[in-house]
C-alpha cells in the first residue's frame, strides 16, 4: 500500500480526501508533520522523525526546493519572508493583516518578485525591488526588462538596479531596517525572492544520481537511477526538447504532468514525460510578459548559431487597439531555419497567447518557414490579418538570407 | 508594367501610396471606377468597361466573391442591404446615421450575423436574427451553439429558427415589412447576411479552371491552370492542411496570404502557399467563439474515422476565475489518433487563445498524446496548471482507447 505525506485525491471530478482521515477511507495513509529522516533503499524502507520506520516497495520522492537565502544577519526577523509555499503565503497575509504596513522591500527581480510588486502596491504598500543586475527578469530582452522597469515606475514601485542586502535589523520608525551595498533602508516587511534550489539532500544521502543541473536524474519514465525509486516535480530533471538536454525547471505545471506520469507507471499503465520547451509566463501590472525555448546564451551553449530580431506590434487589428503594445523576439538557428525561442511582453492582453502557440511550435520543432504563414483564427477583435508573429518570422528569415 | 485596380503600398512599414496619384509616383498605375469586362489571354490583354485595351504579361485576378441573395421581392428596396465590402459598410452607416431605426432584421445567421447583432444591438437597436436553421453557426457543435442563442437573449437579441423570409415591401409605420415562412415582421433596417459565392465570371469566360468548389483552380504558387494569370483571395481555392484536399475558404487573412505568395513569384522570388487548416473566429457579445481543422462531417468525407469529446472548464485557474466559463470540443482520428479539428466557445477570453495553439498542432499534424503534454505558458492568470487543452486530449484518449 503506498503511503503520502501530503495532498489531495480526486475522483474523476469529485473531490474524495482532504484530510488524512478522509485519505484513510481511500484507502491511503497520510501522515502530515513528520518528516522523512533518512532512506535504506537497499532494504526499501524509510525513517521518519519521530523514528518510525516504513516499508515501501515503490518510493515517489517529491521533495521540491527551498528558498534561496543570502545568508546574512538579520533574515530571521519577524516581518522577513520567503516565498516558496503555502505557509510562507499563509504566514505574510497574517503578518500583513496584523501590523501596519506601511513600506515592503522585495530583495530580487525575477517573476515572483515582478507578481509580488503588484500585489503590494494593490494593497497600498510603498515598495521597493532591489535587483542585483540591472534590470529585471534576466530571461527576457534587454528591451522588454525596461519596458517592465517603466511599467514599474508607473505604478510607483521603486527599482533599485545593482543593489544586494548585506545586512537586516530591527528598525526604529520601521519594524525593520536594511543594509545595502548602496546604503540603509526602511522597511515594515522584507520578501526574500531570490529564487530556488531543489532539495535533493534525501537522494544524495542514497547515491541516486543527479544530473548536471544538481537536480535528481530522471528517464522519461521519471524513474531515478534506482529502480524502485521515482522523482517528480522540483527535485527533479526535465528534458528540454529544443536543446535535447536535460535541465533544471521548476515550475508547477510542469511538476502536476510529471506526477501524472509516475504514477501511470507505477499503477502499470506505461507512460512517458514528453519533456517541455521552457514556457513560462507571469503578469506585472497591465502587463503580459512570456517566454519560450531558448535564450541566445542557452542555443549558443547548445551549439546552435542563434540569430534574433524584435518587432513591436499591435495585440489585436489596428482599428481595434487603442493603447495596446505587443513585442515579439524570436530566436532562431541560422544553418537551419529552426526556431530556438520566443520571448514576448504585451501591454494589455497578448504575449502569452503568442507564446503558447510558438510553444506547440517549438514542440513541433517548426522551421521559421512555417511559423510565417501559420493558420490562425483572425478576426480583427482578436489579431491583425497578419499576427505579429507572422511578421516576426519573416523578419528573421529577411535578416537570415 | 504591371496594373493595380485597387490599394495600397508600402515601401517596409511606411505607407507609400494610397490614391492613384501617390501609386503613379511609385511607378503604378491605378485605375478605379473601371471594370474589366472581358479577357483575352491569347493576346494577353484585358478589356475594360470604357472600352480601352490593356496589355498584360502577367495577369494577377483578385475577382472575390459576391454576398448571396435569395432572389426575392423587394430586396432591393432602400433599408436592405448586404455585407460585403467597404462600400456596403459606409451604405449602411449613412442609412443608420440618417434615420431613425428602431428595429433591425438579419437574415441568416453565420458568424457575420452574430458579429453584426452585436453591433445594432450597441447602437440600442431591436434586433432579429432569422436563421433557416435550429441554430446559428452550423459549423459549431450544437452545444455551443445553443449558449450562443442564450448569449442573444441575454442581450435581447430575438433568435428566430426554421424562419426564411419570402418577400420584402415597404412598410407604414415601420421602412419595410417582411414576409417569413412564419409570418410577417416589421423593421426599419434588414441586413442579407446569407453568406458569398465566389466570382468566377471572368475565370469562366476564358476557361481557366475550376475545381469541385466551383472556385477558380490554383497551385501552390497560386498560378491558374492558364501560366501567365495567377489568383488570390475570394475567388480560388486553398489547400487544406488536414483533408490534404483544396477547398473554397474566402476569409481575409488567406487572401493577404495568398496575395504575398503570387506577388513573391511574379517578382522572381520563388515562394508556395502552404495551406490552411481552416482557423476561424468571431465574438459576439461576452462570448468568444472559435473553430480550426475539421469538423466531424468533413473529416468523415476525408476518409477519417472521427472520435470527439467536449469538454467544460475555465479559461484561467480555478483560484482566479469568476464567470468565466470555456468549453472545448475535439475531433481526432481513431485509428491514428491524429487531430482532426476543435472548437471553443468561452464565457470571457479563452476560446481563440486554445484553437489558436491547436491550430498550430494541426498544421503539424500532431496527435493526442502529444497534445495532452504541451508545455504551455503556465500562470494562474492566464491558465491552470492543466489547461483545458490536455483535459480534452487526455478525455478523448480515453474515450478512444
Redesign the interface.
Known amino acids: 500500500m503506498p503511503y503520502y505525506i501530503g495532498d489531495v485525491i480526486k475522483d474523476k471530478n469529485r473531490l474524495v480526501a482532504r484530510t488524512p482521515e478522509e485519505f484513510k477511507k481511500t484507502g491511503v495513509d497520510v501522515i502530515l508533520g513528520n518528516g522523512v529522516e533518512a532512506i535504506d533503499a537497499e532494504k526499501g524502507q524509510v525513517k521518519l522523525s519521530d523514528g518510525a520506520i516504513l516499508p515501501y516497495d515503490i518510493l515517489v520522492m517529491g521533495t521540491g526546493a527551498d528558498a534561496i537565502l543570502p545568508e546574512m544577519a538579520g533574515q530571521d526577523l519577524p516581518g522577513v519572508y520567503t516565498l516558496r509555499n503555502l505557509t510562507d503565503g499563509l504566514r505574510i497575509k497574517s503578518y500583513l493583516n496584523e501590523k501596519v504596513i506601511r513600506k515592503a522591500a522585495i530583495v530580487g527581480a525575477g517573476f515572483i518578485a515582478m507578481e509580488m510588486s503588484e500585489a503590494l502596491r494593490n494593497l497600498g504598500i510603498e515598495t521597493v525591488v532591489l535587483s542585483r543586475s540591472p534590470l529585471p527578469v534576466a530571461r527576457w530582452d534587454a528591451a522588454f526588462s525596461k519596458m517592465i522597469v517603466e511599467e514599474l515606475h508607473k505604478n510607483q514601485v521603486t527599482f533599485l538596479p545593482g543593489t544586494k542586502p548585506v545586512a537586516i535589523e530591527k528598525g526604529k520608525d520601521f519594524a525593520l531596517r536594511m543594509t545595502t551595498n548602496c546604503g540603509e533602508m526602511d522597511a515594515d516587511l522584507i520578501l526574500m525572492a531570490l529564487g530556488i534550489k531543489r532539495n535533493v539532500k534525501l537522494a544524495e544521502a542514497i547515491g541516486l544520481k543527479t544530473g548536471e543541473s544538481g537536480a535528481i536524474q530522471v528517464n522519461f519514465a521519471q524513474r531515478t537511477s534506482c529502480e524502485e525509486i521515482y522523482a517528480v516535480g522540483d527535485c527533479c530533471e526535465v528534458f528540454n ?1 529544443v536543446s535535447q538536454k536535460w535541465m533544471y525547471l521548476p ?4 511538476a ?2 510529471q506526477g501524472r506520469i509516475a504514477g501511470q507507471n507505477i499503477g502499470g499503465s506505461p507512460g512517458i ?11 506585472v501590472f497591465n502587463l ?1 510578459v ?3 525555448g531558448l535564450t541566445e546564451a542557452e542555443a549558443l551553449k547548445s551549439g546552435f548559431h542563434p540569430v534574433s530580431n524584435i518587432i513591436w506590434g499591435l495585440p489585436i487589428a489596428r482599428s481595434m487597439a487603442k493603447d495596446e503594445k505587443l513585442g515579439i523576439k524570436l530566436i532562431a538557428d541560422k544553418p537551419s531555419g529552426k526556431l530556438l525561442g520566443a520571448q514576448s511582453i504585451s501591454a494589455g ?1 497578448g504575449a ?2 503568442r ?3 510558438l ?3 517549438l ?2 520543432g ?1 522551421d521559421l ?2 511559423i510565417s ?7 480583427p ?2 489579431g491583425g ?2 499576427d505579429p508573429i507572422h511578421i516576426a518570422a519573416q523578419g528573421l528569415m529577411r535578416k537570415m538570407a
Chains 1, 2 share one sequence.
Open positions: 526538447r515550475l508547477g505545471d510542469i502536476n504532468k514525460f514528453p519533456g517541455v520547451v521552457g514556457a513560462q509566463s507571469f503578469k503580459e512570456a517566454a519560450t492582453e502569452v497567447k507564446i503558447n502557440m510553444s506547440v511550435a514542440w513541433a517548426m518557414t512555417d504563414y501559420l493558420d490562425l483564427a483572425y478576426s477583435t482578436f490579418a497578419w
